[in-house]
C-alpha cells in the first residue's frame, strides 16, 4: 500500500539538513522540478553527460558532523513508537509468527513523527541522501518488538519491502559467523569481520539497517557520495566515464533475483546519475573460479574500479553508530562500505537489515537496474518470501552468497 496518506507532509528539497531535530515538517510534496538536480553551464564529459551538477547529494564527508545526517528522537517521539507498538499489537491479535507485511502506516501509527519521517525520506531521495535515527535503546524490547519497531518506523520511509537473496529473506542479519568452517576472505561479507570495499547493493532504492549491538572495537558503516564520484571524474579522468558507463561488464552473479548479467556501473537516466557497484563479481574472488562464459575485466577496466575506490575513499564519512540506529541510505545515490571490526564476549557488532523502496518517491531507472529492481520487489515469483526474524547461526553458504554484499 502507498506509504503516504496525505503526501502534503513531504517537504521541500531545498534548505540545508543540518539541525535536523528542527523544521522538518515541511508541507508540500515535491514537485518534478524539485526532484531535478540543477545541471550547471560547464562542459559536459561526453555528449549526453552533464557537467557539474548543483545538489546537495554531491558532498564531501570530511564536511560533516553527526549532527548533519542524525535525527534525535525526543522522548515524545519514542512514546509515540512505543504507542504504535502497542496499538499494532493490540489490533493484530498476532504474534511474531505473522508475517512482516502487516506492519504497515496504518496500523503503526505515528501522527507527528509521521511529518518528521515522510521529510526525511524526501532528503534521502532529493537531498543529502542518507539519515540515521538516534535514541532508540534496543534492550529495553523484546526481539520480536525489535523487529515490529524496525519494520513499523521504516515503512514510512519505504514501504516495499524487497527479497535479499534465493531463499527470499527479508532480513538480512548481519554480523560474524562464529562457528563458520570458511577463513574470514572466503566468506559472504555480512559473515565476515573483514572491511568491506565500496560498493552498491544489487538492485535495492533504500539500504536500511538497525543497529542491534556493537563490535568492542570498529565496524561503523562508510559512505560517499555517488555525484561527489563523478564530479571527480570529469575533473580528473574524464576518459573513465564511458568505460564505466559502458554495457559491457560483466556481473558473476549466479542467482535466480541476481542471474549473471552484462551491464553498466554508471548510469545517468532521468536527470540522475547513479552507480551499480560491486567488485567481487565483476573480477572474481580467491577461492571461487570465475563462470566460463564470463569474460575477465580489461586493463582499462580495472583501472575505472580502482578510480572510483579511491575518489570513494576521498569524500567518504565514517558514521559513528550507536545501538538502537535506524540508519537509511540512498543506495542508488550513495556508494557505501565497512570497518572492519573485533568483537568481544560481551560486544557483539550485529546489525539487522532491509531493502527498501518507496513507490512515491522512488527515482526513476535505467531498464537494467529497472529490470532487477521489479526482481526483488515485484516479478520474483521464483522465490516465495521468507520473513525470517530470528538469526540462526551460519555454518556454511552457497556461492551466490558470495558474490552479493
Not at 98 to 116: A, I, R, T
Not at 120 to 133: P, S, T
Not at 228 to 243: G, K, N, S
Not at 322 to 333: E, H, M, R, V
Request: with cysteine; proline share 6%.
Amino acid at each position: 500500500m502507498p506509504v503516504f496518506d496525505d503526501v502534503s507532509a513531504i517537504s521541500g528539497t531545498g534548505d540545508e539538513l543540518s539541525g535536523l531535530n528542527e523544521g522538518l515538517n515541511g508541507t508540500s510534496k515535491p514537485t518534478k522540478k524539485d526532484k531535478a538536480w540543477n545541471v550547471q553551464g560547464s562542459a559536459s564529459a561526453m555528449v549526453g553527460w552533464p557537467g557539474i551538477v548543483d545538489s546537495r547529494a554531491a558532498w564531501d564527508g570530511s564536511l560533516m558532523t553527526d549532527e548533519t545526517y542524525t535525527y534525535a528522537l525526543s522522548e515524545l517521539d519514542i512514546r509515540e513508537i512505543e504507542a504504535a507498538l502497542s496499538h499494532f499489537k493490540d489490533e493484530s491479535h498476532l504474534d511474531l509468527g505473522l508475517d512482516g507485511e502487516e506492519v504497515n502506516c496504518v496500523n503503526f501509527p505515528l501522527p507527528n513523527l509521521s511529518k518528521v519521517l515522510f521529510s526525511l525520506a524526501n532528503d534521502l531521495h532529493f537531498g543529502l541522501g542518507l539519515f540515521a535515527l538516534r535514541g532508540l535503546d534496543p534492550t529495553k524490547y523484546s526481539r520480536e518488538d525489535n523487529v515490529l519497531i524496525f519494520l513499523g518506523v521504516s515503512s514510512y520511509v519505504g514501504e516495499q519491502r524487497g527479497k535479499q537473496d534465493d531463499s527470499g529473506h527479508i532480513f538480512a542479519h548481519i554480523r560474524e559467523a562464529k562457528f563458520m568452517v570458511h577463513n574470514q576472505r572466503s566468506r559472504p561479507i555480512r559473515d565476515s569481520n573483514l572491511p568491506s570495499a565500496f560498493h552498491t547493493d544489487p538492485f535495492c532504492d533504500i539500504l536500511a539497517m538497525q543497529t542491534r549491538s556493537l563490535a568492542a572495537k570498529g565496524g561503523n558503516h562508510i559512505v560517499s557520495s555517488t555525484l561527489q564520484v563523478y564530479h571527480t571524474l570529469l575533473a580528473e579522468r574524464p576518459d573513465l566515464i564511458p568505460v564505466l558507463a559502458a554495457p559491457n561488464w560483466p556481473f558473476d552473479t549466479r542467482g535466480v533475483l541476481t542471474p549473471p548479467d552484462f551491464r553498466p556501473l554508471l548510469y545517468y537516466h532521468d536527470g540522475r546519475i547513479m552507480m551499480n557497484f560491486f567488485r567481487d563479481p565483476l573480477t572474481g574472488v580467491k577461492d571461487y573460479a570465475r563462470s566460463d562464459t564470463m569474460p575477465h575485466l580489461t586493463p582499462i577496466q580495472h583501472e575505472a574500479l580502482d578510480f572510483v575506490q579511491g575518489a570513494a575513499h576521498r569524500f567518504e564519512r565514517h558514521l559513528r553508530m550507536k545501538p538502537g540506529d535506524l540508519t537509511f541510505i540512498n543506495n542508488f545515490g550513495l556508494l557505501h562500505a565497512r570497518e572492519g571490526f573485533e568483537d568481544s564476549q560481551d560486544s557483539v557488532r550485529y546489525l539487522v537489515r532491509l531493502w527498501l523502496r518507496n513507490a512515491e518517491l522512488a527515482w526513476s531507472l535505467p531498464l537494467p537496474l529497472e529490470i532487477g529492481n521489479r526482481r526483488i520487489y515485484e516479478d520474483g515469483g521464483e522465490v516465495d518470501e521468507d520473513w525470517n526474524i530470528v538469526y540462526k547461526p551460519r555454518l556454511h553458504f552457497d556461492v551466490v552468497e558470495r558474490m552479493s554484499p
